[in-house]
């Protein structure tokens, strides 16, 4: 799997959109890019994932730049509930690789504030 | 609508013990698996299933072993516990249908 670059933390004012960016510069080109995040210690929530189409779920959307090697999840309209520890995987995806082995780097935390 | 769910929540257990953490899941998943958490780091895979009777190893396997029986349940067994394994532990559940991986909501383990 590909190694992946988050900032250690970042801040966001409540209503407005978070951008966090992540670096994959060695990805391949069958590995996808997934995105969870973890609140206050609980289990990991799925977010977004993609391959090389921006993507938006209900959730967030998911910008990955044209040679894949970053890419950014955007909150539009972040909510003190959406502190967390936000993590970036890269792997082989698709519809098996996800769900059975991920590798969790440290992550960003982010804290919305009021 | 239970998802995954992990069992206790929080044991305390003394060096040499052995203890079973369960995990069950109620969404017909075939991949199973179970990570450690410890202190301001990342999830690490210790162990995971690709269905029932198939097992490996993940990235920390040692000090733990797992079984998988049926599809529901994937038990992970600490046969003498250590400090070193204080952590929390989560489970996972997903399906070759599905991208995202569902998480049990932890147990913390303190071993003294």
């Known amino acids: 799997d590909a190694k992946t670059t988050q900032p250690t933390s970042m801040d966001c004012a409540e209503g407005r959109a978070a951008n966090l960016p992540c670096n994959h510069s060695t990805i391949s080109g069958n590995e996808y890019v997934y995105w969870y995040r973890q609140i206050h210690s609980q289990g990991p929530q799925y977010i977004i994932h993609g391959l090389k189409n921006n993507e938006t779920n209900e959730m967030a959307s998911l910008i990955i730049t044209e040679d894949r090697k970053s890419s950014t999840l955007i909150l539009p309209h972040a909510t003190l509930r959406d502190t967390a520890v936000y993590y970036c995987?890269?792997?082989?995806?698709?519809?098996?690789?996800?769900?059975?082995?991920?590798?969790f780097g440290s992550g960003t935390q982010l804290t919305v504030l009021p | 609508n239970a998802g995954v769910t992990q069992t206790p929540k929080f044991q305390v257990l003394k060096t040499g013990q052995s203890m079973t953490l369960q995990c069950a899941q109620d969404m017909n998943h075939e991949y199973m698996s179970w990570y450690r958490q410890d202190p301001g780091m990342g999830l690490r895979l210790i162990h995971y299933?690709?269905?029932?009777?198939?097992?490996d190893q993940g990235e920390v396997p040692n000090g733990y072993n797992v079984s998988r029986s049926t599809t529901e349940d994937f038990p992970l067994r600490l046969l003498s516990a250590a400090p070193s394994q204080t952590s929390v532990y989560f489970c996972?559940?997903?399906?070759?249908?599905?991208?995202?991986?569902?998480f049990g909501q932890g147990t913390r383990l303190t071993v003294v």
């Open positions: 996972a559940s997903g399906s070759v249908g599905r991208t995202e991986a569902f």
């Open positions: 299933s690709v269905g029932a009777g198939i097992t």
């Open positions: 995987i890269v792997r082989v995806g698709g519809s098996s690789g996800s769900a059975r082995q991920l590798t």
